[in-house]
């Protein structure tokens, strides 16, 4: 996490274990009544306060790159 001129720059970076599927849309969970909701909370949240995110995949790693602007 950093800032610079009000804003707030945040990069998160989770490998993917060897065999499961890289899927942005939906959770890949066995129990997916119970999950898949993180990323839809999170763009909501961005959404409300003027933010972005932004995904890539590099080799077996999902990259989560959100921009925020600082709230005084």
Partial sequence: MSED???????LEN???DG????????S??????H?????SVKEILKRYGGTIEFEI???KVIATVLLKRLS
């Fill in 20 to 27: 499961k599927s890289i899927r942005l849309s939906e959770t």
């Fill in 5 to 11: 001129k009000g804003m707030i720059y945040i990069r």
């Fill in 36 to 40: 898949g909701f993180g990323i839809r």
């Fill in 58 to 60: 590099d080799d077996r």
């Fill in 15 to 17: 490998r993917v274990a």
């Fill in 29 to 34: 969970k066995d129990d997916w009544m119970r």
